[in-house]
Structure formats: C-alpha cells, structure tokens
C-alpha cells in the first residue's frame, strides 16, 4: 500500500480561484508530500510534485510555452515557434516537459504526472491529498 | 470527500518556491537526499564525475599560469570580451546545456554567503550531502574542450594552473573531495613531468585525458607516460566531451544531436585505437576508465571490433583475445546512464560485467546528471550489485578507506534551508 493510501485524506484550501489564476501554479508541501496546483484557460488542475524520470522536483521548475516546429504547406521548416495556447511544465532536474493540462510529455505521451483531485468552491481551490 | 480540511497556512503545510539558479544545492536535491533515506543511506557511494565552474573561479586559475605573457594576456581578457571565459576555446553562443534557462542548476550561482572556506568547496559539500556521497572525484568543465584548442601551450599553462588551483586551494578543504590530474595531452612530455610531479599525491587519485581531440592514443609518443602511470598504480580516465566544430557533427541542427553523438564518438575512437594497437598487452597493468560516455556504446563497440578483428587479424595482430574480453576488463563511469529499457539496459550490463567493472557518476551539476537512484533502483540489480557500483568498485580502482564519511539522510533534510 502506497504512503498516500495508508494515510488519512486530507481536503487543503490553497487560496482564492482569483489569486491562482494571477500566480498561475502554486507548489505546496502537504506533510511531506509534494503537490503542484496549476491554472490555466479556465481549468485547475494539480500534478504529484514527483518527476517520472528521477524523481525530482517537477512542478518547481519554469513553465514554458511549448515549442512548437512550425512547417509550410510545401514541408519547408519555417523554422521554431512557442505555442500561443499550450504551456508545459519543467522538471528543474532534466527538463523534462509536461502539458500544463495533460500531464503528459511532449514526446512520448505514455510518460506523465500523477493527478491529485482538486475542485473548485466557492471560490476556493482545493486539494485532496 | 477527505477526513480533513485545512488552509495552505495550516501545520505541516507549506509552500515550496520555484527551484532556480539560485537556489541551495540542498534545496535542489532535496528529492535525492529522500531517495538516499529511503534506499541507500548506508551504502558507501563514490561519484566518480562531477564539475567544479572553474569559469566562476576562473581569475583564480588565470593568476597561477607561470608563463607571464600568458599570464598577462589571460587575465586582460578576463576583464573584457573573454570575461570567464579567457583563453579558451569554448564557444559560449553554442552552449546550450541549460536548455534555453530551463534547467538551472547548469551553471549555477547559489548563496554562500558567511561559509567559511571556498565558495566551490561549499557548493560541492551540499551536493554531496544531499546525494549522500562519501566521495566526490571533480573534473573541470570548460576545460574538456582544451584539446582542441590550436594553441598547444595555452592547453599546458591552464593545465598546470588548474591543477596547481585544485591541488593546492580546492582539495584540501575537504577530505571527501578528490581529483584527477589533467593531462595536457597534446604535449606529451609536459603529460609526463606533470605525472611525476602528482604521482604522489595523496588527493590525486588518477590521471584524467579530455577525449574531445585529435591524437592517436596509441602514438608512440605517449608510451613513456602510460608506462608512468601504469607505475603510479593510479588510472587513467579518459573523460569524453562534445566538439560542435567537429566537421562529422557541423551538419547536425541541433544541440540534442551533437551532444548525443559526440559523448560517444570520441571515446569510441580512443578505445578503438587503444585495442587494435594491442595497448592492453603492452600495458597490462594500466587501469582504464571511460567516462561520461554512458553505457550503449559498449556492447556496440565489442561487437563491432569483434566481428571486423575476426576477419581481419592481421590488422590487429597484437591482440591475443577478442576485443570485447579486454573490454570487459576496463572501466566505465555510469552517466549519462540510458534506460528507457530495461531489457537492454540489463544486457548491457550484462555485457561487460558491470557489477565489477562499473562506476556511479553524477555529472553534478550539468544539465544531464543522474541521481544514485538511477543505480539504487534497477529491478535486475543484486544488493551487492548495487553496493559495488555505487561505491565499492571505486573504492577498489581508487584505493579509497571505506568508513563512512557522509551525514545520515535525515540529518541533511533537517538541517536544508527547505525555501523549495
Ligand atoms: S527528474 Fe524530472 S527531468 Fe529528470
């Protein structure tokens, strides 16, 4: 049985919708276990603050727009881009990149973060860990 | 529904700020450290490659060169346009190792402020409390590339002043930090002098090449100083880089394409010169030590020298067995370590018996470092497996006392700043 199933539930409150939204992702250590909490176009989601890779750190590394590779109708690159809508978050350790919405890697999609539950009452933003 | 509900204010909860190029060494690897608590904590672990900055401490090994033109020269670009930089051969617009600033700790500034001692010292006792290593063994980093560099003096005065830096101010701060002497490969007889002078010295484990150049490593003008060392007792470590400018990778796009490659080629090279000119019969005593070419290449390479050597003897006459049987007799550092399959890893392994002949590195802190988790944690490992590739296999090729020299786990998480 895994730490978090033998312990009890716990509801935390991380602050206002509001306030989420401004930081965009607030990162909170819950008696010893990670938690990143995520805003984006409109949706919270919150991530185990736990890298698939190694282990590290993932939600308290930079979030970055995804880059995408822009081509033209005729296949010619027209060279690197940042995605106007997708965001990713970066492992500090290795720079693995996960979507701020999916959870998953860019590149290999079976590869991704673990979902906490987290709603939204109120007005409030709260996780269950 | 949970049992509970409590604001982010409440005990036992607290915010955790985004980890950057400032943060502490401890507070980056906080994880390892708990990774270390869990399953490693009284092992004996040896990371046998990781980086001093030399470019923040660079004015400090530019006023040890002897030769006062040099000398003159060096530190007046450290002043302007060659800044951390001066008088080598790097080239900082195509370093991309912290992936657009996305990993931090490449390259990093952390506070040290009011620790007594040298700011590197500090740096390099973090990381190796939080990873839970008994010893670190620190290579230069902007220096791997100085085999390439056109001026074969300026490679001899930064050697002898780098060493001169770390046997003198960086080694003696600490009993847990170790080196190996860097060779300036390219002017044999300043190698040879410089293994004289070292050969004894307590700190001075080994003796390291930058495999990132040119020369035939089985020139005849190298004999008498892998006689030298092989005297020594001491290994010699080839330390693998990456070279853009090599015309094979210039047609390569991308950062990620050359640095995968390169890591492997040059080592690949020096190997194959090293076992086709029969260099393990010539120098049986000589221990060899491949590093940070990660661990893929391997059984490539034994297959394919076996598979030409068969055909063709004649051209490798010297040898008396296959070449993979002398390759299974050298050694390897483990990072940039592959493993997104198992199945292969483990046949890998297999290959060249790693439970005796490999070495944990870290790489701390370029960008690609691995954890001690990434041994500790294979499913195919045996404990003892496990235990000698962590520390007990350097331990032997080192000579190094085997009582722990670490804090426990707990003790580095209690005592980090814990701001990330
Ligand atoms: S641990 Fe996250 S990228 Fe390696």
Sequence with gaps: MSDTAMRQKRDVTIGRLEELQQRERIVLDIEGIGVGVYFLHGEVRAWLNICPHQGGPVCQGKIMPRTVQK????????????????RNIVCPWHGFEFDILTGKHPSNPKLGLRALPVRVENGEVIVTV | MSDTKDT?????IRELAEITGRSDTRDVLAHATKQAARSYDDYFVVDIDAHVS??????????????????????TQSKGFGGSNALLNISPGLSHQSV????????????????????????ARRGMDAMGLDYQIVFPSAMLLLGMHPQDDVEVELAKA???WMVEKILPQDARLKGLLYLPYNTPEVCEELVAKYAKADDIIGFTVCSTRNNAVHADCYM???AMIQDSGKPLAFHSGYHWGDPSFAQLNRFLSMHALSFTHYNQIHVTN????AMPERFPRLKMLWVESGLAWIPF???RLDHEVLMRPSEAPGLKRLPSEYMREMFYTSQPMERTNMKLLEVTMEAFNAETQLLYSSDWPHWDWDAPSTIADLPFLSEQAKRNILGLNAARIFNLDTTRKKPAAAQVLAERPGVS
Excluded: C
Aim: aromatic fraction near 8%; charged fraction near 25%.
């Design chain 1, 71 to 86: 081509v033209g109708p005729d296949q010619k690159s027209k060279g690197l881009g940042f995605s106007e809508t997708e």
């Design chain 2, 8 to 12: 982010k204010t409440a005990p036992g």
């Design chain 2, 54 to 75: 030399e470019d923040h401490f660079w004015t400090e090994v530019l006023e040890l060169i002897d030769n006062d033109v040099l000398r003159q020269i060096g530190l």
């Design chain 2, 100 to 123: 657009g600033g996305r990993i931090g700790h490449q390259g990093r500034r952390e506070p040290v402020e009011g620790v007594p001692g040298h700011p590197f010292v500090t740096a």
């Design chain 2, 162 to 164: 780098f060493n001169r």
């Design chain 2, 224 to 226: 008498r100083l892998y």
């Design chain 2, 274 to 277: 090293w076992l086709v000119n």
């Design chain 2, 301 to 303: 390479l034994m297959q």
